[in-house]
């Protein structure tokens, strides 16, 4: 990729902008941060993890996209779709240290940037804004959680589809649609007569 | 009565008596009777809370049903954690099921705990990732599992809560029918768990 290291530079500045809205990092405090920090890159439909595999990794997508599935019996429920500036990784098996549940997948071909477990713990142990910017992230992280879980349980399919759409524009012209579609708990044939609900003029 | 916290804290960081007395400072211990709400939807979590005695409930409505997401029993940490942690109000009621203990600390005071300690902030952040650790488990068996494999797992890992929770807010914890729960209850009884 030609573009590569502008690329990279790019995404380096979202990762600063995004960890500064947890804890202001000067610039510096941040290059503090980078020698922690691992580049992975992926072609895309590579699982980045698999069931059984214990995960090394907490990872924030420089670009790309990835989708994160539970195999349940023949079906695959997919329980996160992760772009530019998210954090994906199989979190229980990253923190209990045990074989993830989950499988990583990429869509398109990805870069991240990645800590592994180790690195993580270092982190924490010698700089000194991490602990609260650990703690503002992972506070974010379960808000986020429970705010999905909460709508997920009370919202109609319609009001499910709909605010996606509307938070996430983007999403839909890139993931496969039968991927968003189990996001939602939405059949894809419900998923598809939804979809007349976005052209122009229809609500 | 400090004591079991002491211990509860002990399994994530390791706090010198002076920090744990720093932060034994700020707490207030409350107590309530049983069937008490602590909270309801539209307030403001104040509180994080650690159960010394008593059983607690976490709620909501759907339509007419109530929906029991939380059961917290000694030892065990209770809040509207998502309202506690972002300020926005709360979606959830909790109620006391039984005469309760509680060990609280607020939200300014933690913040201010946080800003004196480095070692009480990553003790919160220990226990924030826990927060969504144990959601995360949640959602997965929730997926995984089915109904019957949910219940018997509940049973192993609470063997007490049986005896001590109604039956209909077990049903509703573990999303199922009370129909449902009553049959498999009777299963238990019928044949040990070990035997699956």
Avoid at chain 1, 148 to 166: A, G, K, N, P
Avoid at chain 2, 46 to 69: I, P, S
């Amino acid at each position: 990729m030609s573009d590569s290291i502008a690329s990279y530079k790019a995404a380096l500045e979202g990762l600063h902008r995004y960890l500064s809205r947890y804890v202001p990092l000067s610039k510096q405090e941040f290059g503090q941060l980078l020698p922690y920090i691992e580049i992975r890159e992926f072609d895309k439909k590579v699982k980045v993890i698999d069931k059984g595999e214990i995960e090394r990794y907490l990872n924030v997508i420089a670009w790309g996209l990835v989708r994160k599935y539970l195999p349940v019996r023949n079906r695959e429920i997919t329980v996160q779709l992760a772009s530019e500036g998210h954090i994906i990784h199989s979190e229980l098996s990253f923190h209990y240290r045990t074989p993830s549940g989950s499988v990583i997948e990429t869509i398109e071909p990805t870069a991240f940037f990645s800590i592994s477990y180790d690195s993580l713990q270092d982190l924490y142990d010698h700089l000194t804004k991490a602990e609260r910017m650990g703690r503002l992230l992972i506070s974010d992280l379960y808000v986020k959680k429970d705010n999905r879980y909460f709508d997920q349980l009370l919202q109609s399919t319609r009001e499910r589809f709909l605010q996606y759409v509307r938070t996430h524009p983007q999403m839909m012209q890139r993931v496969p649609q039968k991927y968003i579609a189990s996001y939602l708990n939405i059949k894809p044939e419900t998923f598809s007569r939804l979809k007349h609900l976005m052209r122009p003029g229809r609500r | 009565m400090l004591e079991p916290l002491r211990q509860y804290v002990n399994d994530y960081v390791a706090l010198t008596d002076k920090e744990f007395s720093l932060l034994a400072s700020k707490i207030t211990v409350r107590n309530f009777d049983k069937h008490q709400r602590l909270i309801q939807p539209g307030e403001v979590e104040r509180y994080m809370n650690f159960v010394v005695r008593g059983l607690v409930r976490t709620y909501f409505y759907k339509g007419r049903a109530e929906v029991v997401t939380v059961l917290a029993k000694e030892r065990d940490l209770i809040s509207a954690s998502a309202s506690f942690l972002s300020g926005e109000p709360s979606n959830y009621f909790i109620e006391t099921l039984e005469p309760t203990t509680l060990l609280s600390l607020t939200r300014d005071d933690l913040e201010e705990l946080y800003r004196t300690s480095s070692r009480i902030e990553r003790l919160g952040r220990l226990l924030t990732m826990q927060f969504v650790l144990i959601k995360e488990e949640w959602d997965h068996e929730y997926m995984r599992l089915d109904t019957r494999e949910r219940f018997v797992r509940f049973v192993e890992k609470n063997p007490g809560l049986m005896q001590r929770v109604p039956q209909k807010y077990l049903a509703s914890y573990l999303n199922m029918k009370p129909e449902t729960f009553s049959r498999l209850k009777h299963l238990l009884k019928k044949r040990p768990l070990q035997g699956r």
